[in-house]
């Protein structure tokens, strides 16, 4: 499974962006999707995952009711819906998928190559 992940920009603090994992391969719709993010200086960290029915979803505490996760498996496209952005939302992006949902990040075996959010204050 190949992914690549694209969306990411500068935008200000309350701002919104949309960011897109398009994925390759015929098996998209078998795999649990999720978005991670790594700040400047910090570990890797979980965001939020998706089921492959897209029925079930889960999020990090930090980015609950600001953020929503979907998939649309007729386009093997997974997305991340970000609002009210926070200065604390900076870092760059990573999509990733895996045969079951996880927050640790050693259980994911396929990456996008991560794209860049940058929320001014």
């Known amino acids: 499974v190949q992914l690549q992940a694209s969306g990411g920009g500068l935008v200000q603090a309350g701002g919104s962006l949309r960011l897109s994992c398009a994925t390759s391969g015929r098996t998209f719709s078998s795999y649990v999707m999720g978005w991670f993010r790594q700040a400047p200086g910090k570990e890797r960290e979980f965001v939020a995952a998706?089921?492959?029915?897209?029925?079930?979803?889960n999020y990090a505490d930090s980015v609950k009711g600001r953020f929503t996760i979907s998939r649309d498996n007729t386009r093997n496209t997974a997305y991340l819906q970000m609002n009210s952005l926070k200065p604390e939302d900076t870092a760059v992006y990573y999509c990733?998928?895996?045969?079951?949902?996880?927050?640790?990040?050693?259980?994911?075996?396929?990456w996008g190559q991560g794209t860049l959010v940058t929320v001014s204050s």
């Open positions: 998706i089921s492959w029915s897209g029925r079930s979803t």
């Open positions: 990733a998928a895996s045969p079951a949902v996880s927050p640790a990040t050693s259980s994911w075996p396929y």
